[in-house]
């Protein structure tokens, strides 16, 4: 039965996933390879996939709360996000028993990783309008078109791409799936200048007549959003689960410093104008975290419309969470917030990312508007 009160079991996840994340300190914007490694050694990474391919057994609950663990413990692994929840997810449920023999145990394991791409120049928020075309040639695909921000593709063995069959053009998406290996011939990728210090980079890719044979599919062509979306909302389950560790941490150093850090008599925490919006970043993180659990809860129980509004809620909130944790925690450090040694400057443009990425603030809102308030679309 699902309950708000977390389970002994996952207490004891968070903790020792706390723990590990603690002992791995690493350096932002370092190769965090090793660490991955490691963690999907002690089955953190493949936690949601299913036993029988090398997996937890778990689902996009147990795998939010590894992320959010790291990223309290300031060591997030972004590409858990991408390449267990959305690619592993969509393997499992949509894949053929090859691809999921192929895919499934190494993904689970960590020895292989799979980027993801939706995104595109001319389309941005609208996937109704992404143009990248798989047409067929016998019996295999020819697939054309851009991406634009594709995180980790240099680090990834091959990439989800999103598509659309040449028959559905134009009108409303009826995306395709394919698994684009790294080094397939009229692949290109390049590497964006994005002021992010973070180990994972962000990719613009052209796929010019790029060949695939016809089991690069994944499910079916017909299949439509249903599919996608099973990607999705763990997407954006996940996504909050990034924010809400990146705010936490920021809050943790913000305290620390807060309770030493003496100008008057008492500690500066003393001072309200310092203590209250940091307890409001706190109500907040544990509201969107409450959120997201739900959101989690029913994806995992197979209520995939009732995920879909919770998810986009939770990533909301995970967001904007995030983004005033983090500039109150600059903020609490006065000068020393904005200094590398404590770090937490480049957590500023960090936090944004999940106000933007994989869905922007403006469209949940515009969901939640039309979607759970029925009012009407201005677009
Ligand atoms: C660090 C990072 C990593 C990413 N990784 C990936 C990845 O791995 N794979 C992938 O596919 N994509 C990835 N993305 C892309 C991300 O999902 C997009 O940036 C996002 O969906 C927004 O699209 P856009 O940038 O084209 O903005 P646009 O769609 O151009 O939007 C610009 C602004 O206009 C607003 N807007 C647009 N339409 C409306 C409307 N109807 N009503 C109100 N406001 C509106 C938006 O909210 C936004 O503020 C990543 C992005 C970042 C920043």
């Known amino acids: 039965m699902t309950t708000l009160i977390e389970s002994d079991e996952h207490k004891s996840l968070r903790a020792a996933v706390s723990t590990f994340a603690r002992n791995h300190p690493r350096t932002l914007g370092t190769d965090n390879g090793h660490f991955w490694r490691e963690a999907a050694k002690l089955g953190y990474i493949g936690v949601n996939l299913p036993e029988a391919y090398g997996g937890g057994d778990g689902g996009i609950t147990e795998l939010s709360l590894v992320l959010e663990e790291m990223g309290a413990a300031g060591n997030p692994l972004l590409m858990m996000i991408v390449s267990p929840a959305i690619c592993g997810t969509v393997i499992s449920r949509f894949g053929t028993e090859a691809q999921k023999q192929d895919w499934l145990p190494s993904l689970a394991d960590g020895t292989r990783l799979m980027s993801f791409g939706i995104t595109e120049p001319d389309a941005g928020s609208n996937s109704h309008r992404i143009t990248t075309t798989a047409r067929r040639d016998g019996t295999d695909w020819i697939l054309t078109g851009r991406k634009v921000f594709i995180s980790g593709v240099d680090i990834s063995d091959a990439t989800l791409v999103v598509g659309r069959t040449e028959d559905a053009r134009t009108g409303r998406l009826k995306p395709c799936l394919f698994i684009v290996p790294r080094d397939t011939r009229g692949f290109e990728r390049r590497q964006i200048d994005m002021e992010l210090n973070s180990a994972e980079k962000q990719f613009e890719l052209t796929l010019d007549d790029v060949r695939l044979p016809a089991d690069a599919l994944v499910g079916d062509e017909d299949a439509g959003l249903l599919q ?86 939770a990533k909301y909130a995970a967001g904007e969470a995030c983004v005033k944790a983090v500039d109150q925690a600059v903020h609490t450090l006065g000068g020393n917030g904005l200094t590398r040694e404590f770090g937490l400057a480049s957590l500023i443009t960090a936090s944004r990312v999940a106000r933007i990425a994989p869905v922007s603030r403006e469209m949940i809102l515009n969901y939640v508007s039309h979607q759970t308030l029925g009012l009407p679309k201005s677009y």
């Open 228 to 313: 996608l979306f099973a990607g999705l909302n763990p997407e954006r389950v996940m996504t909050a689960a990034f924010a809400i560790g990146m705010g936490r941490y920021a809050l943790s150093r913000a305290l620390d410093y807060a309770r030493e850090r003496t100008v008057w008599k008492t500690p500066i925490g003393a001072h309200q104008a310092i203590a209250h919006p940091l307890a409001q970043a706190h109500i907040d993180l544990e509201l969107a975290r409450l959120m997201m659990q739900k959101a989690a809860h029913l994806y995992d129980a197979g209520d995939d419309m009732g995920a879909g509004e919770a998810a986009n809620m």
